[in-house]
């Protein structure tokens, strides 16, 4: 399965359907209503992006809010997940993706997280990136 190739591409990819949610009249006060920080931890390669809902903000790496959950998996993984591929309750079970932190609200960010599923697809496609989408 494809993955990303560094963590610039996590940024851009996952951290901008994040940017155009915040972005987005109808999703953006959602997104923020739940307070929530949560760090994207990838392995293969290493990358990481904090996503600060309370601020509207992206921050590439580690340098951010301290998240209040962690979620850990492979590039590949997180780019299947935000496609619709990967259940996360049951990746979880199976340690495909291991959470530390506020685990429940990190579940609860999961409607939400759908409506951005269709928008990564879209950024991939624009990219000329047909060779993530699976």
């Known amino acids: 399965m494809p993955s990303f190739a560094n963590e610039d591409e996590l940024y851009r990819y996952v951290g901008g ?26 392995t293969d390669p290493e990358s990481s992006i904090i996503v600060d ?3 509207r903000k992206v921050h590439k790496g580690q340098d951010g809010p301290t998240p209040d959950a ?3 998996m492979s590039t590949e993984t997180a780019n299947a ?4 591929k990967v259940n996360l309750p049951f ?3 199976r340690g495909k993706v291991k959470v530390e932190g506020n685990v429940a ?10 409506k951005l599923y269709p928008q990564y697809v879209d950024l991939l496609k624009a990219d000329g990136r047909d060779d993530l989408v699976v």
């Open 53 to 55: 809902m309370t601020n």
């Open 81 to 84: 997940y935000w496609q619709g």
């Open 17 to 42: 359907i994040f940017e155009k949610g915040f972005a987005d009249p109808e999703l953006g006060p959602k997104m923020e209503a739940t307070q929530m920080v949560f760090e994207s931890r990838c």
């Open 70 to 72: 962690v979620l850990t």
């Open 105 to 114: 609200k990190l579940l609860a960010l999961s409607p939400l997280g759908k």
């Open 91 to 93: 990746a979880m079970a």
